[in-house]
């Protein structure tokens, strides 16, 4: 079976704070994804990977940078955490085997204070 | 561009009828269709897709979906619905086969089962 792995599902922080959420997978894929769900605005994509140290923006880059130095990683980054950016963040990825599906980690819950 | 509507926000079912679940697309090529389910409190999980071949998909859990071309939707089925089907679905559209391709998401159909 795929296997996303969020690290973090509950965080709390601060208005200022920098902000890393980490996902790693362990299927050998290429291909790596960061949405944010919110109510009524479905899912939208922040930032994806289609190779190491490789990134393309998403639909709403701004606020947000990412890191993909191993294959296996990939590291979204709040420099500067903002209220309104609490929200659910999904890592996803997708490639070799599973073809043209992407995969879903657990997901993880940011709130801003 | 692609998109991807879903145009009822919550669907109610009594349990053993059957159900549907809505979705339209739009791309300019040819369309890779994805259904996935994200239960409370979880990520989205992968139930069924839409490459080429077959217009009736079967997927997991007892779902299946119709892909019709001239209509432009992929809609999501059931023959008999459980309770603990209840969640939230979402319909997706990639454009491309390749998985680095942007894939588009509806804003999701909470399904109600009521026993």
């Known amino acids: 079976d795929v296997k996303v792995t969020q690290s973090s599902r509950y965080l709390v922080k601060r208005t200022g704070e920098k902000v890393f959420l980490e996902c790693v997978q362990d299927?050998?894929?290429?291909?790596m994804f960061w949405y944010r769900q919110d109510p009524g605005l479905g899912l939208r994509l922040i930032y994806f990977?289609?190779?190491?140290?490789?990134?393309e923006k998403g639909d709403i880059p701004e606020g947000y940078s990412v890191s993909r130095e191993k294959k296996e990683r990939f590291s979204l980054i709040l420099e500067s955490a903002s209220t309104n950016q609490t929200s659910m963040y999904l890592c996803?990825?997708?490639?070799?085997?599973?073809?043209?599906?992407?995969?879903f980690g657990e997901g993880s819950w940011l709130t801003v204070v | 561009a692609q998109s991807v509507a879903q145009p009822e926000d919550q669907v109610n079912v009594a349990e053993g009828n059957p159900l549907t679940v809505k979705c339209t697309y739009s791309?300019?090529?040819?369309?890779?269709l994805f259904w996935y389910v994200q239960y409370p409190n979880r990520g989205l999980q992968f139930l069924l897709k839409?490459?080429?071949?077959?217009?009736l998909v079967k997927g997991s859990y007892g779902f299946e979906a119709e892909f019709n071309k001239s209509q432009t939707s992929f809609h999501l089925k059931k023959p008999s619905a459980l309770v603990s089907d209840s969640a939230l679905y979402f319909c997706?559209?990639?454009?491309?086969?390749?998985?680095?391709?942007?894939?588009?998401f509806g804003s999701g159909t909470r399904l109600s089962i009521r026993p």
């Open positions: 791309v300019s090529g040819n369309p890779y």
């Open positions: 299927m050998d894929h290429e291909n």
């Open positions: 839409y490459i080429t071949g077959d217009n």
């Open positions: 997706a559209v990639r454009e491309g086969y390749s998985s680095a391709s942007k894939i588009i």
């Open positions: 996803a990825s997708g490639g070799g085997d599973s073809g043209n599906t992407i995969y």
């Open positions: 990977s289609y190779d190491v140290k490789m990134k």
